[in-house]
Each structure stands twice: as structure tokens, then as C-alpha cells.
């Protein structure tokens, strides 16, 4: 359901920036020369992502990898290198405990470790959607205990473009000016 609503919002961006570049572009393009096209995924590797991305898990109230996670993320992004068609998009989640924000604000900062974490490992920045967090929004365990608050605590992987259904055209970052 969220991949839905983050795909609908991200088409609606989309369109108003494609329709205010052309409003302000003589000739009308509203393609941008540094727009990136993401494909969308065949079935085979829409099987896979779930199989072969395992989730990066964090210890209690922390956002930094473990050197067992550093593994798992590496195994990540090795597969990723072994299919540069993919893409994908992280989600950060935290467990129950918490208040709203700081569990967001928590959470946010997992996916960016993970995102930053697959970057340093050799995997193109544009590979990687958005990383943002849910907060304690979106539980994989409803049991209030330290075995199922530890599946919460992590970042996850999903598929850009889940069943072929979305395309996306990203502005490629420009280096920062020093």
C-alpha cells in the first residue's frame, strides 16, 4: 500500500515539474539532459529482490552498522552490482517504542546509513530512489517483545517499479559548488 501512495506522489511531482519546465522552456521539452529513466524491473528480478535483499537490522535507539550488517549489506550490494538494472528504494522502520518523531527522525537515518553504506560499496547513487523512514509506522512484528522489536529496528529494500506498473524520471544531482 505505501509503494502505491509513494509511487502516486511521486508521479504527481513529476508531472508538475514536467509541466512547469515546459511552461518555462521555449521549446517546449520538458525532458531534462541529465534525466535518468528508471526501467522497470522484468518478473525475474522482481522474484529476486525479495530473496536476494535481505534487510539491514540496528541495535536498540541506533542508526550505525554492525560489522555482521556491514556483511549483509555488502552481499546486498554485490548482488546489486551483478544486476545494474535494478532499482531500488530503502525504508527505514524503528520498533514501538518511542515517540512518533524521534522514531521517524530514527528511522530516516538507517536508510541513510544503509543508502550511504551501498554508495561506499560501489553502488551508483541513482540506483537507490529515495531512503526514507517509516518510523514505527509500518511493523513486520506486532508482538511487544525484544525478539520482534529487533525485526522492526531495521532498513529494507523494495523493488523501484514494482511490477513493471511505475517509471520515474530522476534529476541527476549536480556536485555541490565549493
Given amino acids: 500500500m505505501r509503494f502505491i501512495l509513494i ?16 511552461s518555462q522552456n521555449d521549446q517546449g521539452s520538458a525532458q ?30 541506533r542508526d550505525n552498522l554492525r560489522p555482521e550488517e556491514r556483511q549483509t549489506l555488502q552481499a546486498d550490494a554485490d548482488w546489486l552490482k551483478a544486476h545494474p538494472d535494478v532499482f531500488v528504494t530503502i525504508e527505514g ?4 517504542r518511542g515517540e512518533i518523531v524521534y522514531n521517524l527522525d530514527l528511522s530516516h537515518r538507517r536508510a541513510a546509513v544503509t543508502r550511504d553504506g551501498l554508495i561506499g560499496m560501489g553502488i551508483s547513487a541513482d540506483r537507490v530512489v529515495f531512503a526514507t523512514g517509516w518510523g514505527k509506522l509500518y511493523p513486520v512484528c506486532t508482538e511487544s517483545d525484544e525478539s520482534c522489536w529487533s525485526r522492526n529496528r531495521r532498513a529494507h529494500f523494495e523493488l523501484w517499479g514494482e511490477s513493471g506498473q511505475a517509471q ?7 556536485p555541490a559548488q565549493q
Avoid at 7 to 22: G, N, P, R, Y
Fill in 7 to 22: 509511487v502516486a506522489i511521486l508521479a504527481l511531482a513529476s508531472s508538475v515539474f514536467a509541466q512547469t519546465d515546459a
Fill in 32 to 61: 531534462d539532459s541529465n534525466a535518468v529513466q528508471i526501467p522497470p524491473p522484468t518478473p525475474s528480478e522482481t522474484a529476486n529482490v525479495g530473496q536476494q535483499l535481505k534487510d539491514i537490522t540496528f541495535d536498540y535507539d
Fill in 93 to 96: 522502520d524503528a520498533d514501538e
Fill in 168 to 174: 520515474a524520471s530522476l534529476q541527476t544531482p549536480k
